[in-house]
């Protein structure tokens, strides 16, 4: 058994130092100088020797290898950087803003996760009828929703138009707030994203969850329990829905991966201040530390969300422990 | 990875499957209809300056004009034609590599199915994002490498899953007769394993069409597709920029677009699901954790 | 089933009721947009020249400051005069100035700052400093200049521009990049930041010129467009550093409250050639395709109006150096008769001419991806340029990718590998005394932003009296000469400026001041010019 985990482990690893070297290298492919984000138009005004020192002092001009080695001991220190555009720690950056995307993932995680599981068994309880046929289609629709197109909808309607909700960031910015009005405030900016969010990736847990529970609903165990005379509510919640979560379950741990990653493009249409948006910011600003650090960063958590579900997968379903393949 | 097998009971046993089925085809086909006669069926030549810029709609122009004075009726006639090329050329392209690299991941095994599963993996973990615009920088944002890209990062879920079919047909009593019998690989491949592979193929091509669509809208939309090329997406990345949703301009310019994207993937899902449940009931899903993980990536 | 929609029709109720329970601020607090994070406000930190220099000089001041009519004017200098023609500059300082933490503002300060920008370098202002051979202190409010050789307009290159560091703060700081220190001189103060969210600003009320008129500022960070424009409308901002879009104009105009203000803009979209091009080298070819450019519709199409249709010379009719007589009227009749006469013919019928050599007529046109408008106007080149027989194809790339081909490394000497590109400058180019000579000049040392590769020996000639001369009207003169050789030659060829959109909630504030071609953000908005 453990010879299987090390072997797993080595993959594991196998596959980091992979990403990390490809996530070295592809900034580096992008032609075009971080020089213009950092210096503008004036840049054209300095000399070939002001020029040079600028480069030095940001360290492109290092030969490749020494970058990479730097880079991958930085790495394994835990060292991020520098971001060249804005100047500051790139641990300061992503700590402020994975909190918002933690936010905002966290709790549409929660949100669609509980809709999906409500709506599995609903729709798995009435098999075949009139809400099992809705609940499906409309599942189905929405995911093939563009989610920003959603989130537009949403901003138009509810925001511009209807007035209910603010339609930018993450909190109404430079006015000191406290206790339950601060709450009330994170709360109403982060209603429209959470709901273009939970309408996306709730079908998703749904239709996990309505297959979960038709393959337990047809269990022996369960004929067996009507046949006893156990009430349907009670055969539904106690018996079928505990057995059915276990997919669930995966899922949800899978998910937990892409949280860090944020929803770029719905953090983009919000302009909430998260993680996934930073990322894109970067890329398009050549700020070569904060890429990497991003995408190291969401490289670490989807291996060790994997790897979690591999360690956990043959403690909770002893069916996986047997045939590995 | 992780490997959780649910038996699925016909799950969608009762439910009008084959209707729903048909009814995705039936939209698919008119869709086809009209990008092909694009050039008759619209009013106006989607590239022309027809009438002053930001016109609500009018009998002229039923949709209204857009940010420079083209008629965006016109424009998502010709839009069809746009995105469903690059669906149907990058889903057949991912599907083709992917089948390729599960049936050889699953025939061979070993060192060869250890490597290329690392590798789907690895495809599965890269940012796709600024993937995107490396290439559109070297080779610029057009029309074919928007494909090229949609293909090498949606190649690795079918992978998966023909990889996971071929495992449990390779185990099979006459393969391994076949096999016994001092027959060559590729006549076992073709002639045994390929006819069992296909029919997934084909629904993992489906369901490929359906997200390949979504994708192209996103990257336009984020400005990454190429804006020259009237896809559905890129209506959208102006409508946008244009401040659509200030102007009160959404309802006939937004929505439209958004709309047909939807109703595109919609189709092919349904068409899809019909294909699945039709073609092995039986049929065993092995949801690999990555298999799931890539539901997730599209947000 | 019932229930269902009970718990939604509430729940629905609820969040109406939210409707009305946002934060409102208190009087005195003005919230202004801005489009992107500035670093830390300080002058080696702030990031872009609009709206950046501008936020930062409201913390930080320079020896002169702009008016209205972007002419320096005294602000921390009580005067600059200049001896030896121009040669050396003696600048005195009001007396009495502080920093805000109160320490005295002094001479020092002013050699501190300059030769700390010569030894750490600063893309803006190391190179406004680099004909300063020795600074003098006199006194404690009198500071001498001595420059390797005449400058004219010292005082607006560097004096107006150049923020002073306070010396008891920066002296032995290292990593200025990295420094985020923010007292200052200006009448206000940094006193929160929080990117990615916002920045607050508060009056300094002892600054020298008197109280500011508003006693907070508060800048949020909103990176998207149209939600910042959203934001206006709905009341949660009050200003907007972005220019409003064209497109906005109408709506806003019927906004009761809402002002908008439109002046002429200095920034510009130019078509941009690569004179190193085989066939674009031709003047004939460029004069045609300029010929071909309806820039009257363009401006209709693209701008809804709110542009000047592009001069020939590059300045701009507001500008106080533009040529009149200088004017181009583009004929598309003119465009045929030009090619034809210059022997492009279409020889083959394949609806694209050939030169007499045999070469198509077939060019790229770069186009920035981020800039739908750009995008449009590159669209419309293209078809216009289909109907007289070239053909051109347009390929759009995101900045950096434009940049590393048309101006590698900003760096005109490293050459260049386009065919053709829409691009532009930004509104600060227009003003400077130089700017034809940057953009033109056949060294890439002196013609600094000359990307396309441009040389004519008559045009560096004047470009050099032109710097030599400290006389004004000679100056003018040589200025004049200068935009009928480009008008002439179209290295460029111009096609508008975008005119200066600016919304603002007039019922919050209503003492904006307008500075030509850039806009409303200025020191002058919030308190008035010394005497």
Sequence with gaps: ?325 | ?299 | MKRVILTTLIALALAKGWAGAGPSPTAGFLRIAIPREEGSLNPYTYQSGYPGWLLMTLVYDTLYYPDLDNVPQPWLARDARPSQGGRVWTVTLRPGLRWHDGRPLTAEDVKFTFEYVKKFTHARWTPQAADIERIEVQDSLTVVFRLTKPVAWFRQLPLADLPLLPKHIWEGVTEPGRFHNTVGSGPYRLVEAQPPQFYRLVANDAYFAGRPRVRELVLPIVADASVSFNAMQAGEVDANTRYLLPELMAQFQRIPGLRVVRGPGFASTILQFNLEHPLLRDVRLRRAIAHAINTQLMVRLLMLGFAEVGAPGYLHPASPLYNPAVRFVPSKARAVALLNEAGYEDRNRDGIREASDGSPLRFSLLARSGDPIRIRTADLIRTWLKDIGIEVQVRVMDDPSIISLVWPDFDVCKGRRFDMVIFGWSAPVMTRPNALTQMFHSDCRIGTINIGGYRNPEFDRLAELHAATTDARRQRELVFRMQEIVARDMPIHTLFYPDVLLAYWQTKYDGWAFQKGQGILNKLSFVSAPR
């Excluded at chain 2, 060869?112 to 940012?127: H, S, T």
Aim: glycine share 8%.
């Design chain 1, 1 to 325: 058994m453990w010879r299987f985990f090390v072997a797993r482990g080595g993959q594991y690893v196998l596959v980091l130092l992979a990403s990390a070297t490809l996530n070295f290298a592809l900034p580096r492919m992008m032609p075009g100088s971080p020089l213009l984000f950092l210096a503008g138009e004036e840049v054209g005004r300095l000399d070939e020797g002001h020029r040079r020192e600028l480069v030095r002092r940001l360290g492109l001009d290092r030969p490749l290898w020494e970058q990479y080695v730097r880079y991958l001991i930085d790495l394994a220190r835990g060292e991020l950087g520098t971001s060249f555009q804005r100047g500051r720690p790139i641990a300061d950056l992503l700590r402020e803003r994975i909190s918002w995307t933690l936010l905002l993932m966290g709790t549409g995680l929660l949100g669609a996760t509980a809709a999906g599981v409500v709506g599995g068994t609903w729709a798995a309880w009435r098999r075949g009828g009139s809400t099992d046929v809705g609940l499906l289609f409309t599942a189905m629709a929405l995911e093939s929703m563009p989610s920003f197109w959603l989130g537009m909808i949403l901003i138009a309607v509810f925001g511009a138009h209807l007035r209910w909700f603010p339609i930018f960031g993450a909190r109404t910015p430079g006015v000191p707030l406290e206790g339950t009005a601060l709450l009330v405030d994170v709360a109403r900016h982060l209603a429209l994203p959470l709901v273009t969010l939970i309408l996306v990736t709730a079908p998703g847990t749904f239709l996990v969850m309505r297959y979960a529970m038709l393959q337990v609903l047809g269990e022996p165990y369960i004929a067996t329990a009507r046949a006893k005379g156990v009430g349907e509510r009670s055969v539904l919640f106690r018996h079928a829905m505990r057995n059915a979560l276990l997919p669930v379950c995966t899922v949800f741990m899978l998910n937990l991966g892409f949280v860090a990653s944020g929803a770029t493009v719905i953090e983009t249409v919000f302009s909430y201040p998260g993680v996934g948006r930073l990322m894109y910011e970067a890329v398009l600003n050549r700020d070569y530390p904060v890429i990497q650090a991003a995408f190291f960063v969401v490289t670490l958590s989807v291996m060790a969300a994997n790897a979690l579900a591999d360690l956990l997968y043959p403690l909770i379903d002893p069916r996986v422990r047997d045939g590995r393949r």
């Design chain 2, 1 to 299: 990875m992780a490997v959780a097998e649910l038996r699925l009971p016909r799950p969608f046993l009762r439910l009008p499957v084959r209707p729903a089925g048909i009814a995705g085809a039936g939209v698919l086909a008119a869709l086809a209809c009209v990008a092909i006669a694009a050039p008759w069926i619209s009013p106006y030549d989607p590239a022309s300056v027809v009438a002053p810029p930001f016109e609500p709609p009018s009998p002229a122009h039923p949709l209204g004009t857009n940010d420079i004075g083209q008629d965006i009726l016109s424009e998502l006639i010709y839009g069809s034609r746009i995105s469903l090329t690059i669906g149907f050329l990058a889903a057949a392209t991912a599907v083709s590599l992917g089948t390729l690299v599960g049936v050889v991941a699953g025939y061979y095994g070993g060192a060869v199915d250890a490597l290329l599963m690392r590798l789907v993996d690895l495809i599965l973990v890269i940012p796709f994002l600024p993937l995107m615009i490396v290439l559109a920088a070297y080779l610029g944002p057009r029309f074919w490498n928007t494909i090229l890209v949609i293909a090498a990062l949606t190649w690795a879920r079918p992978a998966r899953v023909i990889r996971a079919q071929v495992l449990s047909l390779g185990t099979l009593d006459y393969v391994d007769a076949a096999r016994a019998l001092g027959a060559s690989t590729p006549r076992i491949l073709t002639r045994h394993i390929l006819p069992g592979v296909l029919p997934l193929s084909l629904a993992q091509f489906i369901t490929a069409a359906s997200h390949a669509i979504l994708v192209e809208a996103s990257l336009s939309f984020l400005g990454l597709g190429d804006p020259t090329a009237k896809s559905w997406g890129s209506i959208l990345y102006y409508a946008q920029a244009r401040s659509a949703f200030l102007s009160g301009a959404w309802p006939w310019w937004v929505l439209p677009p958004g709309l047909l994207v939807t109703v595109t993937a919609l189709s092919f899902a349904l068409v899809g699901l019909a294909l699945e449940e039709r073609l092995n009931p039986r049929l065993r899903y092995r949801h690999s954790g990555a298999a799931l993980q890539t539901e997730l990536i599209r947000n």
